[in-house]
C-alpha cells in the first residue's frame, strides 16, 4: 500500500473529527485539530484501492495462489460437516404456461453461496469478479431441478454465469438459466381454476452427510416475481419450502419454490361463453317462426347444432386429453343439450302436427264410427218384410229353451210355438201384438242421418289438425327454455365461483 501526503493550505480552522471516504468502501477518521500547524492542516490517507497498472501482478499472484493445487474433486471441508449452500433466486420473467404439455417455461438469476476456506485470502482487501471460465477449475454444487424437462444456460454474448470470491472464501455462483418445468395441472374447474406451479431445486449426488440447502435471505430470497405478468394468469402467492427427501440411495436436502396462478376469465368470456350463450338464444328464434316454415326453423336448427359443435372441437384441441369432466365441458355439453332441445321441440311440433295427430284423430274416428253402427244395431230390432224380429243367435238361446229350438230344416213340433225358421235356418220372432211393418221406417231413416253427419264430422277432423295445440307447444317453449337456462347458469356460475 501507498502512503500518500498531502499538504492543503488554507485560511480559517476546521474543528472535530470528520470521515474520509476512500474508493474501495474503507473510510477513516481524520484529527484535523491535531494536524493543523499554523495555517497548514496536514494530514495522512491510506489509499486501499489497487489502480496502478504494476499492482496487478499482485492480484495475479493472488489468483494464482489460491488455484494452485486446488483439488475441484473434493467438496469443501470434506470429512467434516456439511457445506451450507444458500441460494437466491431472482425472476426475469414466467414465458409461458401449457396446459396441454403440463408444464411452464421460467427465465430466472440463480445464485448459490457457499464458503470454502481453501479459497480465502488476506493480501488484498477486495472481493475478486472472475471469469466465468475460473468456475470449470471450482468446485460447484452438483445442483439441479428435480421437475426440470429442458434448461439451459445464456450464452449471448458470453456464457452467463458468474464467480466471485471473499476475503474470508465466500463464493457466489451465479447462472442466468431458462427451463422449462413440469407443472402437474387439476383442470376439472378449468378455466375457473388455480393452478400450482412448482420449481424442484436438489443435490444429485451429495446427501444430507455432505450437503445442506437453505434459502439465502430467508422469504427475500426470492425477488421479482411482484413484476411479473402473464397473459392468462395472474401470481396470487408464492411460497419457499426447504426439507430433506429420502431415496433408496440416501436423504438429499431439497428446495421447493412455489408459484399459485389464478387463471383470468376474461379471455374464455369473450372467446367461449358468450358465443355459447348467444348461439343457445338464436336457436330460441324458431319458436317464434311459424310451425309451417319447415325449411327455416331446421336451417336454424341444425346451423346452432354445428356452431356448438365447432365451438367444443376448437376446445378440446387446446386442452390434453383427460379422463375428467372440465367447468368449461359442463358448460358447453348444457349449451349443446339447449340447442338440440330447441331442434328437437319443432320435431316433435311437426310430428303433431303432420304425423301423430291426423293418425290418432282418425283412429278415434273409426272408433266413433263402429260405435255409431253398434248403435243402430241396438236402436231396434231387425224386421223383415213380413214383420218378423231377426234374432242373433244369443237372443235364441235366451228366447227359447234348447228343447225347443231346431235347426235347419226341422220344424216346431208345436203349432203354438213362438219361433218359426224358415229354409235358410234365421230364426223368427212374431211380435206380440199386431205390429205393422211400416211402423219402424221413420226412427231408421232419422238414425241414418245421424250416422251420415257424424261420419262428415270425422272426416273434418281428419283433414283438419287441432292447431291450437301445436301453437301452445312454441308458447309454452318461448317461456321454459330461457327460464331453464338461466337456472342453469346460476348454479353453474355459483357453484365453480365459490
Known sequence: MWLWWILLAGVGSVRGELPFVVENNAAMLVDWDAAVDGNEKLFAIYDTSV????????????????????DIRLRPDFGGAPVAV???????????????????????????????KRLAYAEIPLNLTLDNRVADQLWVPDTYFLNDKRSFVHGVTVKNRMIRLHPDGTVLYGLRITTTAACMMDLRRY?????????????YG???????????????????????????FSIVDYKLVSRNVVFSTGAYPRL???FKLKRNIGYFILQTYMPSVLITILSWVSFWINYDASAARVALGITTVLTMTTINTHLRETLPKIPYVKAIDMYLMGCFVFVFLALLEYAFVN?????????????QAEKAQKANNERENFDGPKVNTCGNILLTTLETHNEVGGNDVETHNRSSSSSSSCAVFDSSGVLYRKPSGGREPGRLGPARDDQLKKTRLRRRSSQLRIKMPDLTNVNGIDRWSRIIFPFSFSLFNTIYWLYYVN
Open 51 to 70: 489502480k496502478e497498472p504494476r499492482d496487478m501482478s499482485h492480484v495475479e499472484d493472488t489468483v494464482d495462489k489460491l488455484l494452485k493445487g486446488y
Open 351 to 363: 310430428y303433431i302436427f303432420f304425423g301423430r295427430g291426423p293418425q290418432m284423430q282418425k283412429k
Open 191 to 203: 378455466p375457473l381454476d388455480e393452478q400450482n406451479c412448482t420449481l424442484e431445486i436438489e443435490s
Open 206 to 232: 451429495y446427501t444430507t452427510d455432505d450437503i445442506e440447502f437453505y434459502w439465502k435471505g430467508g422469504d427475500r430470497a426470492v425477488t421479482g416475481v411482484t413484476r411479473i405478468k402473464l397473459p392468462q
Open 256 to 258: 421447493s419454490l412455489s
Open 86 to 116: 444458500g441460494m437466491s433466486i431472482d425472476v426475469a420473467s414466467i414465458d409461458r404456461v401449457s396446459e396441454v404439455n403440463m408444464d411452464y417455461t421460467l427465465t430466472m438469476y440463480f445464485q448459490q453461496y457457499w464458503r470454502d
